[in-house]
């Protein structure tokens, strides 16, 4: 039960991710981003793999995290492209 609590929580998350992407990919600025939220979130990701493999439940859930890794990987990603632009407008 607790993996299936586990899968749909992280399921909730890796939606959520992509869309938010896409949203600062079309916002074009990094204004209303946090980087340290997505440090932290990257760092709560990485716990999360780290607690799966030393308590030896390597399961399908760990895909899940790794999925989600990526995702956030490119909101961190777009958060330094979004940067970029903000300090070129501002030249």
Do not use: H
Request: proline letters at 1%; glycine letters at 6%; one cysteine or more.
């Amino acid at each position: 039960m607790a993996s299936l609590l586990e899968t749909i929580m992280l399921i909730c998350f890796g939606m959520s991710w992509p869309m938010n992407a896409y949203k600062a990919y079309k916002a074009r600025t990094a204004a209303s981003t946090s980087l340290t939220f997505i440090l932290l979130i990257l760092f709560g990701y990485f716990c999360g793999v780290g607690a799966k493999l030393i308590s030896g439940t390597i399961n399908y859930v760990l895909v899940m995290y790794f999925i989600n890794i990526c995702t956030v990987m490119i909101n961190l990603i777009m958060y330094f492209r979004n940067k970029a632009i903000d300090n070129r407008k501002a030249q």
